[in-house]
Nanobody
Framework: QLQAFGGGLVQTGGSLRLSCAAS????????MGWYRQTPGKQRELVATINNGGTTNYSDSVKGRFTISGTTSKNTVYLQMNSLKPEDTAVYFC??????????WGQGTLVTVSS
């Protein structure tokens, strides 16, 4: 019900833009965002945006990544600049609704070569 696009291979210092769209069957989304996960590690927050447009970033991506989109249109984007090898991960988009349900996308792989 969430589809994410835009992952790929990029060199250090490069940029990628991830996109995520939630199906219209998901109602009353109040937060959308991105998490990422590498093998053997827990999924970690990257960035979120709420229905008021307030954004939140992990310290590791602040100043390099920009989240945008609108929960009312069920879409979220992640512009990733100045990518580093440590940004390599599977990126998952997610949506959180007014009735406290969480939905996850299938994940898209981002690989940053050194």
């Amino acid at each position: 019900q969430l589809q994410a696009f835009g992952g790929g291979l990029v060199q250090t210092g490069g940029s990628l833009r991830l996109s995520c769209a939630a199906s219209r069957e998901i109602f009353n989304i109040i937060i959308m965002g991105w998490y990422r996960q590498t093998p053997g590690k827990q999924r970690e927050l990257v960035a979120t945006i709420n229905n008021g447009g307030t954004t939140n970033y992990s310290d590791s991506v602040k100043g390099r990544f920009t989240i945008s989109g609108t929960t009312s249109k069920n879409t979220v984007y992640l512009q990733m600049n100045s990518l580093k090898p440590e940004d390599t991960a599977v990126y998952f988009c997610y949506a959180f609704t007014l009735v406290a349900r969480t939905y996850w996308g299938q994940g898209t792989l981002v690989t940053v070569s050194s």
